[in-house]
Nanobody
Framework: QVHLVESGGGLVQAGASLSLSCAVS????????MGWYRQPPGKEREWVAT????????NYADSVKGRFTVSRDNDKNMVFLQMNSLRPEDTGVYYC?????????WGQGTQVTVSS
């Protein structure tokens, strides 16, 4: 059993920065990758970024590449998302996820709103 809890969302203006954190607890040994998805208003959930747990390799969606940075702290079982140069289209609920054996587990989500 793995439990994920996000924090750090909020309301910011376009161009600002925001940092999200996700605390992971439970059977973390089965986790191979962690990262973030988001769900814009009225749209489907979309992948944002992934970091591989054992080597720190990062991957990003084209829409956030160069602006967002995903990282992890294996000792503290946490994953982070640093978001810079935020745009109104980055608005949505951001979900932390973990690739756990053959499935994906999710947090409850945290709202990020970027005003123009």
């Amino acid at each position: 059993q793995v439990h994920l809890v996000e924090s750090g969302g909020g309301l910011v203006q376009a161009g600002a920065s925001l940092s999200l954190s996700c605390a992971v607890s439970g059977d973390t040994i089965g986790i191979t990758g962690m990262g973030w998805y988001r769900q814009p208003p009225g749209k489907e959930r979309e992948w944002v970024a992934t970091v591989i747990r054992y080597n720190g390799r990062e991957n990003y969606a084209d829409s956030v590449k160069g602006r967002f940075t995903v990282s992890r702290d294996n000792d503290k079982n946490m994953v982070f998302l640093q978001m810079n140069s935020l745009r109104p289209e980055d608005t949505g609920v951001y979900y932390c996820y973990a690739s756990y054996y053959t499935t994906e587990l999710w947090g409850q989500g945290t709202q990020v709103t970027v005003s123009s």
